[in-house]
Nanobody
Framework: QVQLAESGGGLVRPGGSLRLSCAAS????????MAWFRQAPGKEREFVAR????????SYTDAVKGRFTISRDNAKNTVYLQMTSLKPEDTAVYYC???????????????WGQGTQVTVSS
């Protein structure tokens, strides 16, 4: 089993920045990919970014390219999502996820955090 714990959400003005953290514990050696998803009210959970746990390979959904950066600290078993130039449409609950696959589909991920709220509003 893998446990994930997110932190770092909050309220920020448009154009502002936030950094989310996701600390992994348990059988972290079984993880290949760490990812961030988000879910806005009334919408489906959508892929935001992913990173290969060991190789640093990463990818992003088009809506956040150039604004968000995913990174990892293997020594701390932690993945980060640095979000800049935030927009009101980035408002959502952000979830950290982990899996053995290299996937962008939420249904493929076995492990999830509890989620952290990000609200972008003036």
């Amino acid at each position: 089993q893998v446990q994930l714990a997110e932190s770092g959400g909050g309220l920020v003005r448009p154009g502002g920045s936030l950094r989310l953290s996701c600390a992994a514990s348990g059988r972290t050696t079984s993880i290949y990919t760490m990812a961030w998803f988000r879910q806005a009210p009334g919408k489906e959970r959508e892929f935001v970014a992913r990173i290969n746990w060991t190789g640093g390979r990463s990818s992003y959904t088009d809506a956040v390219k150039g604004r968000f950066t995913i990174s990892r600290d293997n020594a701390k078993n932690t993945v980060y999502l640095q979000m800049t130039s935030l927009k009101p449409e980035d408002t959502a609950v952000y979830y950290c996820a982990a899996d053995r696959s290299w996937s962008t589909a939420a249904a493929d991920y076995d492990y999830w955090g509890q989620g952290t709220q990000v609200t972008v509003s003036s």
